[in-house]
């Protein structure tokens, strides 16, 4: 008998929602994470409409939300016209039970689902527990965990590596990651609510676009983020002083001063995608099957979209003994990552003017700017099956 039905690698998101999915539907499932806790290094933390309700469907909805911010709105600006308009989630109202978006850390979210997992008795959790290798014996995997200078092995019929972007699991199964990074990095301040008299109107989410360069705003529970991209030539060093910033900010607003700022870093973006979501027993979600910039907050998203639907399809095949549908599902969300994931989050970023354009005729269109908040909110990424 197999140790296991199937073993989660990283305890991100991703890989946990994955593993309520398997625990809830009887399948005996282990999560290994790396670490000694759960990663608090956190860059997403949008929630759309699809996510949302997989959070309800996994039983962590309410306690998410309490703690999560409601955004309703999306708001855009150009340098020289000021705020163009803003476009309502309410128009999503009948298309999905979640006409809005979430914003929360996602080291905030993963306590949440860690602590629901704890309650099932058919998965266990190990920190510490670092995979070192799969062996594929056709019909059940051997997976060797490295935990306390020691290695040990686990049986199971198949592995999820949720493990990130740089994920052994992948690289284990021999699966390529080819990709391309983006020009320069992004600069992230977070302030607190004194950006509000800096920035007159702002609205929860806003887009500010000029003819160079642009500037999001995010409101977050507890701070807000100002993200700018830094271009090529520029030091990390030289982009994380207040003046450095202020230039680049006064481009956009000439009578922008600096609110308080709470902290500041800088990190890199590239655009990858897996060459398969799976090899023989072994499958690929989240950041080590898609990695794109973070413009739109779609790529944690299209993860746990990721787990929930393999996970969903790897509960079946246990059930049944048969893994077509398995395969189909692996298949469907890597092409879901390479034909519409990094292709709408790649223009976003290199066309930025037409993207603001595009967005200008909408706003007297309710039709138009309906199926395009549709397409913001990823409804049109995964097609979740229907509810028992």
């Not at 996994?58 to 600006?77: C, K, P, T």
């Not at 850390?105 to 309650?119: A, D, F, H, V, Y």
């Not at 269109?365 to 397409?375: G, P």
Request: proline share 3%.
């Amino acid at each position: 008998m197999l140790d296991r039905d199937v073993i989660v690698a990283g305890a991100g998101p991703v890989g946990l929602v994955a593993a309520l999915v398997l625990a809830e539907a009887g399948l005996r499932v282990a999560v290994l994470e790396k670490r000694g806790e759960l990663n608090q290094v956190s860059k997403a933390s949008t929630y759309h409409a699809p996510t949302l309700d997989i959070l309800d469907r996994v039983g962590v909805y309410e306690a998410f939300s309490r703690q999560a911010l409601h955004i309703d709105r999306l708001q855009y600006r150009t340098v020289e016209s000021g705020v163009l308009g803003e476009l309502g989630f309410e128009l999503l109202e009948g298309v999905t039970p979640f006409p809005f978006r979430k914003h929360l850390e996602q080291s905030l979210l993963t306590p949440i689902l860690l602590e629901k997992l704890r309650g099932f008795a058919n998965a266990d959790f190990h920190f510490n527990a670092e995979f070192s290798g799969v062996e594929d014996r056709g019909d059940n995997i051997v997976v060797t965990i490295r935990r306390d200078g020691k290695d040990e092995t686990i049986t199971a019929r198949f592995l999820l590596g949720a493990d990130g972007a740089h994920s052994d699991v992948r690289h284990a199964v021999g699966i390529g990651f080819d990709g391309t990074a983006y020009p320069g990095f992004q600069l992230r301040i977070r302030t607190d609510n004194t950006i509000r008299d800096v920035v007159k109107d702002i609205g929860p989410v806003t887009y500010l676009v000029g003819k160079t360069h642009s500037v999001s705003f995010l409101h977050m529970p507890d701070n807000w983020r100002v993200i700018l991209r830094v271009p090529e030539g520029i030091s990390e060093e030289t982009a994380l002083t207040d003046e450095w910033a202020l230039e680049r900010l006064r481009a956009l607003i000439p009578d922008f001063y600096m609110p308080n700022v709470v902290d500041k870093d800088c990190y890199a973006a590239r655009k990858c995608i897996a060459s398969a979501g799976f090899a023989g027993n072994v499958f690929l979600a989240g950041d080590a099957l898609h990695l794109t910039n973070t413009r739109g907050g779609m790529n944690m998203n299209c993860g746990i979209h990721d787990g929930f639907m393999v996970a969903n399809a790897m509960a079946e095949a246990v059930r049944t003994g048969e893994r077509a549908a398995l395969d189909a599902a692996a298949t469907e969300r890597h092409r879901v990552s390479s034909e519409m994931l990094l292709p709408r989050t790649d223009t976003m970023v290199s066309q930025e003017n037409a993207w603001i354009t595009k967005v200008e005729g909408l706003l007297s269109d309710k039709d138009k700017a309906r199926a395009y908040l549709a397409q913001t909110a990823m409804l049109d990424m995964v097609e979740l099956p229907a509810r028992a």
